[in-house]
């Protein structure tokens, strides 16, 4: 093959990788901007600190069930977040005093990545997503992660006593 045969041929390839590249970004940027995800990081990694933040995982998509149900335009969604933050910080904290820890917890609305999740019949790319994240004393244990909005975190929880999401 001649030099220019290559150099065509390697610039071709590059465009198309490029192209492909470009166009994948820009999908996994349209889903983590219709998507709200929960995230809950335990106080450690101990057993009783993996089993407490399950049961205010589960409190907390109890309580806020019917709020994430509507279609919402991110807007709305996001405005919706931060005025029950409060009450959902009320559900976990509470959540934990009735099961006898003293720790404190935080519930914030931030931006942070996440690793691609497959499940199998759609897939979760990577990339900086909003979450409702609440951290349990130190923060320094295993984590939990569903999707809030739309929907998807009950049957996930649900659906097995183990924690499917931690990371």
């Given amino acids: 093959m001649k030099r220019w ?43 009783q600190d993996q089993a407490l933040k399950l049961k205010v995982r589960d409190a907390v998509l109890e309580g806020t069930a019917g709020l994430f149900e509507s279609d919402f335009g991110k807007d709305a969604l996001m405005a919706l977040t931060r005025e029950h933050l409060h009450e959902i910080e009320a559900i976990a904290q509470a ?25 199998g019949e759609f897939i979760l790319p990577a990339g900086y997503y909003d979450a409702v994240r609440i951290s349990i004393g130190a923060g320094a244990g295993q984590n939990w992660w569903c999707v809030m909005f739309p929907p998807m975190c009950i049957p996930a929880a649900q659906a097995s006593p183990l924690p499917l999401e931690e990371q």
């Fill in 95 to 119: 959540t934990l005093r009735e099961n006898g820890s003293e720790h404190s917890v935080s519930a914030k609305l931030v931006n942070m990545y996440f690793e691609t999740r497959d499940y």
């Fill in 5 to 47: 045969e290559l150099s065509l041929l390697i610039g071709m390839m590059v465009a198309v990788i490029f192209t492909s590249f470009g166009a994948f970004g820009a999908q996994c940027r349209e889903v983590s901007g219709q998507v709200l995800r929960l995230h809950v990081l335990a106080n450690s990694d101990s057993e």
